[in-house]
């Protein structure tokens, strides 16, 4: 199995239209494959072309690395998902709708070639039946895993060694605090911990104890 990682956060990625994203993601696999498959210029991935020469190249890469499936993995993926994305050809044009009906229609036609994974904080690009009155390419496709809450002992691992890189000293009472105070929900505790520094002394490192947590919980 080779795995491959797209990060949907970087301009990179979201900032290119759906053609050229293709292209994006055949690049990527190219280098994580370890392949020096040529993929043809990025401007040669046109509206029109772009689905066909995917398929061509993705093809090619994977002989080229032998046996075995390509495992595609989008994270962030509510920064090209419909409705929030900070591009609007994703968020509001038909970028997504086109973009995952060349992935799933290559990945039904040609079983084993590839698979894909999707990772995010919202899951609202696998919710939505219709996208612009357009059937979603995804809808209803992932099973949705969720992170399980953190215990005492994740949170103190967390956090302490974030606060380390920030100059921040937590006291042992807070690590079980948090987990209770915020049901071992990872984003809020981090989000805490960033109201924590942000409240801080610009001295560090910074001691926190019952009375700084207490005020940025507030």
């Known amino acids: 199995l080779h795995s491959v990682f797209i990060d949907c956060q970087t301009p990179a990625f979201h900032q290119r239209r759906w053609n050229q994203a293709l292209w994006y993601v055949l ?20 509206a029109e072309r772009a689905a066909d020469l995917f398929e061509k190249y993705f093809l ?3 002989e080229a690395v032998g046996r075995g499936s390509i495992l ?3 994270d962030e993926v509510e920064n090209a998902s419909p409705g929030i994305s900070p591009s609007s050809h994703w968020r509001d ?10 992935l799933r229609s290559l ?3 040609k079983p084993g070639l590839f698979s894909y994974l999707i990772v995010g904080t919202n899951p609202r690009c696998n919710e ?18 969720y992170i399980p809450r953190f215990s005492a002992i994740q949170t103190r691992e967390m956090v302490r060694r974030l606060g380390r890189l920030m100059g921040l000293d937590f006291d042992e009472f807070v690590y079980s605090q948090l987990t209770e ?4 929900h990872p984003y809020l505790i981090r989000h805490l911990c960033s109201t924590i520094h942000k409240m801080a002394e610009a001295q560090r490192p910074v001691a926190v104890g019952k009375a700084l947590y207490g005020r940025a919980k507030k």
Not at 32 to 45: I, N, Q, T
Not at 181 to 184: E, K, L, N, Q
């Open 72 to 74: 595609l993995t989008f």
């Open 128 to 145: 939505q039946p219709k996208i612009n009155d357009v059937d979603n390419p995804i809808f209803a496709q992932f099973p949705l895993i």
């Open 27 to 46: 690049n990527e696999t190219r280098s994580a494959c370890g392949s020096d498959v040529r993929l043809g210029l990025e401007s040669d991935y046109t």
């Open 93 to 102: 044009g038909m970028d997504f709708v086109l973009f995952w009906q060349t």
């Open 107 to 109: 990945f039904q036609r």
């Open 60 to 62: 090619k890469l994977h």
């Open 181 to 184: 105070d915020f049901g071992g």
